[in-house]
């Protein structure tokens, strides 16, 4: 089935949606962009994700052409166009189309494109074993609070831990895991407290993380934000990632070494079924 994306107010068929060669986001990576997760024909954590699409794109003075209740609106029509039971929704925000210079141009329509991508996002056979991480320097920009479409030290990253036989990368910066290639990274102690590093500008303000975290509150799971080493994480008797496309993701080995017992961790698990549970039943 031909997908229908939403490009400045039009619906296409995939193959008619085109955008400028003098796009600031194809020649700047001069662009945010959002995952929000469809479950059931249903939005998953929409006002997390529109909240920090606002904030990035006013760290880079980008102004979204659509009101809040509009961009639903979008979100909402882009899955009813596509019949989508389950998958993901991509939002792209540039700052727009411009000749070519490092200056911003004075007043640049914004090029705002919505895709989508169909495919299981509850059942997710790594959910059962776990995945292996491998441990590579973060050598990403200085602003990684902003979700701009830089992605390609990310996708480096992926393919030097690919390379070494693991699933994904955890970043590694003076000596302290950042964040996976494109999840937050989390560690449970031995003593069952959930370790997440501290909200800065050198990790992305998941909003699984801050879900995750208020689900653990409630629950009666301690936690503590500060940063990890490798070596703490390799020790920890669990660890896993979050993020809008994963939820919570078991991580069963670190630079090949296992993960407590191997096995995905129970309390992992348990978020993972509270995330699920509470963010289906909020879901709009
Ligand atoms: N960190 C990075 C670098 C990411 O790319 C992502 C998601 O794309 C996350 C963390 C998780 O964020 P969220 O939970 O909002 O999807």
């Known amino acids: 089935m031909t997908r229908i994306v939403y490009l400045n107010g039009d619906w296409l068929p995939e193959a008619e949606a085109k955008v400028s060669i003098f796009d600031r986001g194809f020649l700047f990576a001069d662009a945010i962009y959002e995952v929000t997760a469809v479950v059931g024909g249903r939005l998953l954590e929409y006002a997390g994700h529109a909240a920090r699409l606002q904030r990035s794109t006013a760290e880079l003075g980008i102004t979204c052409p659509l009101t809040p209740e509009a961009l639903l609106e979008v979100h909402r ?162 660890a896993f990632i979050t993020s809008a496309t994963n939820f919570v993701l078991p991580v069963t080995a670190i630079d090949g070494h296992t993960v407590g017992d191997g096995k995905p961790g129970p309390l992992t698990l348990r978020l993972r079924e509270l995330y699920i549970k509470q963010k289906l039943a909020d879901a709009i």
Request: charged share 25%.
């Open 77 to 238: 029509e882009i899955i009813r166009r596509n019949a989508l039971e389950s998958g993901l929704i991509y939002l792209q925000i540039s700052r727009g189309t411009a000749d070519r210079d490092f200056a911003y141009p004075e007043n640049p329509t914004p090029t705002l494109t919505l895709f989508t991508q169909a495919k299981s996002v509850l059942e997710n056979p790594k959910v059962a074993t776990g995945i292996s991480v491998a441990c590579v320097p973060d050598e990403r920009w200085g602003r990684r609070d902003i979700k701009t479409v830089q992605l390609l030290y990310p996708s480096m990253a992926k393919m030097e831990a690919m390379a070494k036989g693991a699933d994904d990368a955890w970043l590694v910066e003076d000596g302290f895991v950042t964040e996976a290639s494109s999840a937050t990274a989390h560690i449970i102690t031995r003593d069952g407290r959930l370790v997440t590093r501290g909200l800065s500008n050198a990790i992305l303000h998941g909003i699984t993380r801050a879900s995750v975290l208020s689900i653990a509150e409630t629950a009666g799971i301690p936690f503590e934000e500060r940063a990890f080493t490798p070596d703490e994480a390799m020790k920890a008797a669990e």
